[in-house]
């Protein structure tokens, strides 16, 4: 297992759980991320950069700061 933040860009990675509170996942379910959902990171910004990904499931396109995207964790596909 590996978070989004720690995912090199390119890779195709399955959500399998968000570490953090109920606040948390409720906004990134409005954003559009999902338990479950296939996502390819598009790029990560440099140092402290944001993470780009492309949600494959909804084609749905987004930036998680890199502190949220630490709490993400995936599994590679």
Do not use: F, H, W
Not at 33 to 58: A, I, Q
Request: aromatic content about 2%; charged content about 20%; proline content about 6%.
């Amino acid at each position: 297992m590996l978070t989004l933040a720690e995912t090199p860009p390119g890779a195709v990675v399955r959500v399998i759980e968000i570490m953090g509170g109920r606040g948390m996942r409720l906004r990134l379910m409005r954003m559009g991320l999902n338990l479950g959902d296939l996502v390819k990171v598009l790029s990560s910004g440099p140092l402290r950069g944001p993470v780009y990904l492309e949600n494959l499931s909804t084609g749905v396109k987004l930036a998680l700061g890199r502190g949220v995207a630490s709490k993400v964790l995936v599994e590679p596909q």
